[in-house]
């Protein structure tokens, strides 16, 4: 009975904690206010946007470790995706500029399993394929490396995306930004 | 963002601006030219490193930005 209780606890202890992962990255997208980042000083109540930021950075952080992982759980690699899709689509400067050095990671230690998502889910091509099109001249570095990239590189995106998703994905990765 | 560096390898010095309209994860730091950036501000390192020492207590909600156009 005891050990059942204990497996039961440490069961809703993990459900809860990827449940608040999830719904800190679903507040960012719809901006939700959460209780807990308000703040009052001297009689002033004000949101404190820092504090939040800082604990989405935390699971950023966290997302992006198990997402980099050689042979990543595929789960992961779609919430490190969708943690981009949120900060594409919310203008979070800082994240956007992190993922510009960190998706690319992604695409090189899990290129089939992150090409198979994109084609599960056309949703994220837009913001993945910015990701990995920014990493080549971001900070100035590998401004001259997309050409190759991509030379070497189609052969699996045509594999693994339709045609419509490859053309998508393909012309943000030759945009220039 | 705490993965990004200064050259002593510790967290990139940042200043952060809460409350602009349209956009989150706005930052002041360090950079060499527009590609540093996605949104940020990004000035050079000597003149952040200069605004970051003054800034005391850090995390305080204690400096006011002014951005003008030129």
Not at chain 1, 18 to 39: G, H, M, P, R, W
Not at chain 1, 111 to 116: K, M, V
Not at chain 2, 46 to 52: E, F, G, Q, R, V
Request: net charge positive.
């Amino acid at each position: 009975m005891m050990k059942k209780i204990v497996v039961i606890s440490i069961f809703l202890f993990f459900s809860s904690s990827v449940f608040s992962t999830e719904s800190s990255f679903l507040n960012a997208l719809l901006n939700i206010k959460s209780e807990k980042y308000y703040k009052t000083i001297d009689g002033n109540t004000f949101y404190n946007e820092l504090i939040e930021y800082k604990d989405l950075e935390q699971l950023y952080l966290q997302s992006r470790k198990k997402a980099t992982k050689k042979q990543a759980n595929l789960d992961d690699i779609k919430f490190f995706s969708f943690i981009g899709f949120v900060a594409y689509t919310t203008n979070n400067a800082a994240a956007k500029e992190a993922l510009s050095s960190d998706f690319i990671q992604v695409y090189f230690t899990n290129r089939d399993r992150l090409l198979s998502i994109l084609e599960e889910l056309p949703f994220l091509i837009p913001s993945s394929c910015y990701y990995i099109a920014k990493h080549f001249g971001f900070e100035d570095k590998f401004k001259n490396d997309k050409e190759t990239f991509i030379k070497d590189n189609k052969v699996y995106f045509t594999k693994a995306l339709n045609k419509d998703n490859y053309k998508k994905c393909l012309s943000i990765i030759s945009s220039k930004f | 963002m705490t993965n990004k560096h200064n050259s002593q390898g510790a967290p990139r010095e940042a200043i952060f601006i809460p409350g602009v309209v349209g956009y989150s994860g706005i930052f002041i730091h360090m950079g060499t030219s527009p590609s540093w950036s996605d949104g940020c501000i990004v000035i050079e390192k000597a003149n952040m490193l200069k605004i970051y020492r003054q800034i005391n207590p850090k995390n305080g909600h204690n400096i006011t930005v002014s951005i003008q156009n030129r």
